[in-house]
Nanobody
C-alpha cells in the first residue's frame, strides 16, 4: 500500500525554522513531482511549493524567499525547508506526490498532514 507520511511539524517562534519531511512507503519506486500544501481552518487549501522531476520549482508568493522544496529519491523522501517563519504560516501542511510504484503504476498520493504553529 502506498503511503506518504509527513513529519517535522511543531511549535516554533516567529523567525524560526522547520524542515518538514515526507516519507514515501517502500512500495514507491520513484517520486516524480511533489507539492506541499497547507490548510487553515475555514480557508481553502493552498499550494506552498511544488517541484517537478526535472527540478522546476513553483513557490507561492506568500513564502517566496523563505522556503526550499526538494526530493531525494535515494531515500524516498521529500522535504520542505521553511525559514523566517511567521504566525501566518500556521497551518496543517500536507505533501502530495505523483509517483511510480514498484509495479510501475503512476498515481497521486497524499499524506495525513503535520501541524505547524508559529507563535511566541
Amino acid at each position: 500500500q502506498v503511503q506518504l507520511v509527513e513529519s517535522g511539524g511543531g511549535l516554533v517562534q516567529p523567525g524560526g525554522s522547520l524542515r518538514l519531511s515526507c516519507a514515501a512507503s517502500r512500495s514507491i519506486l520513484r517520486i516524480n513531482d511533489m507539492g506541499w500544501y497547507r490548510r487553515v481552518p475555514g480557508k481553502q487549501r493552498e499550494l506552498v511549493a511544488s517541484i517537478t522531476s526535472g527540478g522546476i520549482t513553483n513557490i507561492a508568493d506568500s513564502v517566496k524567499g523563505r522556503v526550499t522544496i526538494s526530493i531525494d529519491n535515494a531515500k524516498n523522501m521529500g522535504y520542505l525547508q521553511m525559514d523566517t517563519l511567521k504566525p501566518e504560516d500556521t497551518a496543517v501542511y500536507y505533501c502530495n506526490a505523483e509517483a511510480e510504484d514498484i509495479d510501475l503504476r503512476r498515481g497521486y498520493y497524499w499524506g495525513q498532514g503535520t501541524q505547524v504553529t508559529v507563535s511566541s
